[in-house]
């Protein structure tokens, strides 16, 4: 029985579908040992011939031919379904596998049993560090990232993940959540859990299932010897539903998600402080109009 099971959600992304699947079968580890993984494509209906040239890619490959665009959610909980391996790895078309990714992965859970999901170290296809793990989000930290003052120096400290952005990435260490575009969790508990949650059709789920995760006692921890390169700004999820598709996903997922997690007062009050900025922003400049005005006018 394979050891891993490597599960890449793909739509309409025959080209990196390809070059994904071909970084796992040139893995020095899957090459000495063809049984070491397996892989299972959850193909989202692609229009393009994703199916044929992930076949051709990845000799072995099970492709689920989903009828439609399910969500990324679903569909990998319908690889999920299909997986044998007691360890799942779900993979983004979009991300490139480095030497070691797997083998580093099964030492590590082989021998951290408290452990049940790790992120991968992420970088950018220039080899700069990209973001690989965060931290769950309070009311305070909501509003300084959804209202951009969190950017401002005099807050910067206060932002969500701001000790994690002043860290070197080079060591392993407990997280509140990992990036979904390369993670992996332990096939039992993934199965207990129920999977991710499938309103999520696009981002957040990993991140639903992390503090489900953390409400049920369990590690979540960041490995920097799995290290993947994840996409271009114009590929993955960008390339498919355009900046604009990907903001309102996102958006959507964020809402699911702080209504899920904190419930509605939490949430519409964070909505009328974000509103309530505005309010305070025209009544400023309202006033220094008005003192501009007064003063040119005194004679």
Not at 234 to 244: E, H, N, Q
Request: aromatic share 12%.
């Amino acid at each position: 029985m394979a050891q891993v099971s490597v599960i890449i959600v793909s739509y309409n992304a025959a080209d990196e579908l390809e070059l994904a699947l071909r970084s796992i079968g040139a893995l020095p580890e899957v090459a000495a040992d063809s049984t070491l993984a397996e892989v299972i494509v959850s193909d989202n209906g692609s229009a393009d011939d994703s199916v044929a040239r992930a076949k051709a890619a990845y000799p072995g490959v099970r492709v689920i031919e989903n009828s439609a665009n399910l969500g990324f959610a679903k569909a990998c909980n319908i690889g999920a379904r299909a997986a044998t391996a007691p360890l799942l790895f779900f993979f983004n078309p979009d991300a490139r596998a480095k030497s070691g990714l797997l083998a580093n992965a099964l030492a590590y859970f082989n021998a951290h049993a408290d452990v049940a999901m790790t992120g991968c170290k992420l970088l950018d296809e220039e080899g700069r560090l990209a973001e690989s793990c965060g931290e769950f989000d309070t009311w305070w930290q909501s509003f300084l990232r959804s209202s951009a003052l969190g950017d401002l120096p005099l807050f910067a400290k206060q932002a969500n993940g701001y000790a994690l952005r002043q860290w070197d990435y080079s060591t392993e260490r407990d997280v509140d959540l990992v990036v979904g575009a390369a993670m992996f969790i332990r096939a039992d508990v993934f199965k207990r859990l129920g999977g991710f949650d499938e309103r999520y059709f696009l981002y957040h789920e990993e991140i639903d299932f992390a503090h489900r995760l953390r409400d049920a006692g369990l590690r979540v921890v960041y490995l920097p010897q799995c290290v993947v390169v994840h996409g271009s700004e114009k590929g993955g999820s960008k390339r498919t539903w355009g900046a604009a598709g990907v903001l309102g996903w996102r958006q959507r997922s964020r809402r699911l998600y702080w209504i899920k997690r904190h419930g509605y007062f939490w949430y519409y009050s964070l909505c009328a402080a974000l509103a309530a900025r505005y309010v305070v922003a025209v009544a400023i400049v309202a006033v220094v109009v008005l003192a501009v005005r007064r003063a040119v006018a005194t004679p």
